[in-house]
T-cell receptor, first 109, second 113 residues
Framework: DAKTTQPTSMDCAEGRAANLPCNHS???????VYWYRQIHSQGPQYIIH???NNETNEMASLIITEDRKSSTLILPHATLRDTAVYYC??????????FGKGTRLHILP | EAQVTQNPRYLITVTGKKLTVTCSQN?????MSWYRQDPGLGLRQIYY???????DKGDVPEGYKVSRKEKRNFPLILESPSPNQTSLYFC????????????FGPGTRLTVL
């Protein structure tokens, strides 16, 4: 069973913030939320991860709700190079990473 | 630069002709794995290795072999390739399984005729 639910696809205008939602209502206390992306036919690329607190790095921000049942990945100023499939993955440190279908993000010029 | 390399990047071969896809990482990672990606099926794990001389089956191991004689290398071997092994293959490494950042190679596109 999939641990996460993501929209199949989303559009975002270039230069605007891209907000990608993820639902993980069955997340357990020791499970992290990870985000990866895959630009067409390239290897998946790690973006960010978090447990409870919001996180930010040079690529993105991760906002996790207080109940941890959902999260949002924010790309603050989307560019055409951010067009990719974005995967939200929930797992604990001993789990095997499992990729779902992800969200196909289209950045529009 | 920290990276995972795969060779070859593209390969067209014929049924039954043994082939090896190499994978190497320069990050001293203990955990390495192989995935295949097919349209509509997403990324599926073939084999993984927790450390040198330790390998185990993933979700779709049939028709594949691996070895881990050195920490940095994890070759994928197809002893007798078949057309249903036509796919995009990725090697990945990390400090350990699961909850640590995984670094993926650039991919190998294999076509078996």
């Amino acid at each position: 069973d999939a641990k996460t639910t993501q929209p199949t696809s989303m559009d975002c205008a270039e230069g605007r913030a891209a907000n990608l939602p993820c639902n993980h209502s069955t997340i357990s206390g020791n499970e992290y939320v990870y985000w990866y992306r895959q630009i067409h036919s390239q290897g998946p690329q790690y973006i960010i991860h978090g447990l409870k607190n919001n996180e930010t790095n040079e690529m993105a921000s991760l906002i996790i709700t207080e109940d941890r049942k959902s999260s949002t990945l924010i790309l603050p100023h989307a560019t055409l190079r951010d067009t990719a499939v974005y995967y939200c993955i929930v797992m604990d440190r001993d789990d095997k990473i499992i990729f779902g279908k992800g969200t196909r993000l289209h950045i529009l010029p | 630069e920290a990276q995972v390399t795969q060779n070859p990047r593209y390969l067209i071969t014929v049924t039954g002709k043994k082939l090896t896809v190499t994978c190497s990482q320069n990050m001293n990672h203990e955990y390495m794995s192989w995935y295949r990606q097919d349209p509509g099926l997403g990324l599926r794990q073939i084999y993984y290795s927790m450390n040198v001389e330790v390998t185990d089956k993933g979700d779709v191991p049939e028709g594949y072999k691996v070895s881990r004689k050195e920490k940095r290398n994890f070759p994928l071997i197809l002893e007798s390739p078949s057309p249903n092994q036509t796919s995009l293959y990725f090697c990945a490494s990390s400090w350990t399984s699961g909850g640590y950042t995984q670094y993926f190679g650039p991919g190998t596109r294999l076509t078996v005729l």
